[in-house]
């Protein structure tokens, strides 16, 4: 599944959920892997509009080494 650019703020609880739902593992997994393979060994990322911080928390399972701080101009995203 492609992922589509996003050109404005969700900021309803609907939205969010309703984006939430949606199937992204695949390409969530697979930027995962790369941002770990590339990435260093541990440290402190930023993760600028994180959403609802599907892909942190697949990098954390895989890397706990690392802390991420997730962002967003959605409060219903990260909430």
């Known amino acids: 599944m492609d992922r589509i650019l996003e050109p404005e703020v969700m900021d309803t609880w609907e939205e969010a959920e309703e984006y939430d ?8 997994q697979a ?6 393979e590339i990435g260093p060994k541990k440290g402190l990322v930023l993760d600028v509009g994180t959403g609802t911080a599907r892909i942190p928390i ?7 080494e690392w802390q991420i701080i997730g962002i967003d ?3 219903p995203q990260i909430c």
Do not use: G, K
């Not at 739902?21 to 969530?28: A, C, G, I, K, P």
């Not at 930027?31 to 770990?36: D, G, M, N, T, V």
């Not at 697949?58 to 706990?64: A, K, V």
């Open 21 to 28: 739902s949606m199937d992204f593992l695949e390409v969530n």
């Open 31 to 36: 930027f995962a892997e790369s941002s770990i």
């Open 58 to 64: 697949l990098i954390c399972q895989q890397q706990p």
């Open 73 to 75: 101009l959605s409060n």
